[in-house]
């Protein structure tokens, strides 16, 4: 027989926190609170509804980890079933063992009593012989429980469990994952929102999150990172569900052979006829595709294989100040030793914010979108082109250290050249809009005035309001 039955534990509410050697048969109540954490959400001993109650999106994969589970309870079950009942079975044989002796040890004063055509002598041995048959019956019970069913049970139990800790390995990692995802773009998320918002205000620190456009491209960019996995646990998941199909259909074969076993048991027929035929006819209507279909249609199905997380309408996706006002190449005279001018391309944002790459980057990849250089046109003064004193589609961009940040020069001047007169006139036009101070020469006669225009975003209704100022400067008669 096998050895001492194992105990199943005292049902007890489910806690996220249990180790995977805590994992037990234990009624899932989900009472506990539900938690993001990594660690304790990832645990393998999550359910697929508290893993949604986490926020996590329902994963076809969790629904199986589920159905393991399932079979795992049950599997366990039925062994502590077989396993006492073969247990009583024993104890049962030893008591009516038991009886039999006592009634065939002889007895002086019973014989001294009753005679040997005495009635009563053929009542005594009537139930010792009853006796002696219902030990061996029972005997016989639970030999065959111990060594067929019982053992049957306990390597489908050993298979079981085997399944199911790959399952839960598996699941531990993949949430891990997908939380990590998820927590990565709320973060993005609110980084985006803190932009928006320091963007919309007056003040040294309306830039401090930086430009809401490329906040908003980061947001992009852990989206797709997160879809693309998504989809790659989609397509693996087909390989999954079959091979849990064959798993389960096995495992279905093996407790029909278990059972079957015990039905056809001649002991079993003649002590419960009626348990072996329900038994036998229960098992006949067990079909593993049929299982599977219901199982299927029910769950597996029914999730869908959803996205894991919203699509483009997350908030601020579509506002003002994640646009582009202008991008396109344009040639900037080099900081170093070397003056010479090179072409670089750049993004003109909504926000106020002129950046440069060395070439245009690709905005819909999974790639981040790093600026070699930054400009916020908040800090600079736009000086005009067709100046004399250098090439006519040349203009001049000086950016202020406003905030007198420590070990940073007070300004930083940027020389840009078009490639035509057209295009110089074009940037010139869409950046005066966003700098600080633009600068421009209008002619009156004998003297000139340097136009000066500040302009600024109103943080309530978002407009431009210009306000200009001249100053008079004595410009020096030439000889005709």
């Known amino acids: 027989m096998m050895g001492a039955r194992e105990k199943s534990p005292a049902p007890k509410a489910l806690t996220l926190l249990r180790s995977k050697s805590d994992a037990t048969d234990s009624t899932y109540s989900g009472t506990g609170s539900s938690t993001s954490s990594l660690d304790e959400v990832a645990s393998p001993v999550a359910t697929s509804e508290e893993l949604v109650s986490a926020g996590l999106a329902l994963d076809p994969a969790d629904v199986l980890t589920d159905r393991a589970r399932g079979w795992r309870s049950l599997i366990n079950t039925l062994y502590s079933h077989f396993d006492s009942i073969a247990d009583a079975e024993k104890a049962l044989a030893k008591s009516y063992r038991n009886v039999a002796t006592e009634w065939n040890t002889p007895s002086g004063a019973r014989d001294l009593a009753f005679g040997e055509k005495s009635a009563i002598r053929s009542v005594t041995r009537l139930l010792h012989d009853e006796s002696d048959r219902l030990a061996s019956q029972h005997q016989a019970i639970s030999h065959s429980l111990a060594s067929q069913t019982v053992a049957s049970l306990a390597a489908i139990k050993k298979e079981v469990k085997k399944k199911l800790d790959a399952l ?148 601020g996706a579509k506002d003002e100040l994640v646009q582009v006002r202008k991008e396109g190449s344009l040639q900037r005279r080099g900081k170093g030793l070397v003056k010479s001018y090179k072409e670089y391309y750049y993004f003109l944002t909504a926000a106020g914010y002129l950046h440069e790459f060395k070439q245009r980057p690709s905005l819909v990849r999974d790639e981040k979108v790093d600026p070699d250089d930054s400009i916020f046109m908040g800090d600079c003064t736009l000086e005009p082109y067709k100046a004399e004193d250098r090439k006519p589609e040349e203009f001049i961009l000086t950016e202020k250290n406003e905030q007198g940040k420590m070990f940073q020069r007070s300004s930083k001047t940027f020389k840009f050249l078009g490639a035509s007169m057209s295009e110089t006139k074009e940037w010139h036009e869409a950046i005066s809009v966003a700098a600080k101070t633009t600068l421009g020469v209008v002619a009156t006669g004998t003297s000139s005035t340097l136009g000066r225009s500040s302009t600024k975003v109103n943080s309530v209704s978002e407009t431009v309001e210009t306000v200009t100022r001249t100053v008079t400067v004595e410009v020096k008669k030439t000889d005709s």
């Open 168 to 315: 839960e390995d598996e699941q531990k990692r993949r949430n891990k994952e997908r939380l990590k995802d998820r927590d990565a773009m709320q973060k993005a998320k609110e980084n985006l929102q803190k932009a928006l918002s320091f963007a919309r205000k007056n003040g040294a620190d309306h830039n401090r999150y930086g430009d809401p456009w490329l906040a908003n491209l980061e947001v992009k960019r852990k989206l797709a990172i997160a879809k693309a996995k998504h989809e790659a646990r989609t397509v693996a998941l087909v390989d999954v569900k079959r091979d849990f199909s064959i798993f389960e259909s096995n495992v279905i074969r093996e407790v029909r052979q278990a059972l079957n076993g015990v039905a056809s048991l001649k002991e079993i027929q003649e002590h419960r006829s009626f348990l072996a035929g329900e038994i036998k006819k229960t098992l006949d209507a067990l079909e593993a595709d049929k299982e599977w279909k219901l199982f299927c249609d029910a769950r597996l199905d029914a999730t869908g294989g959803p996205a894991m997380f919203e699509d483009n309408d997350y908030e």
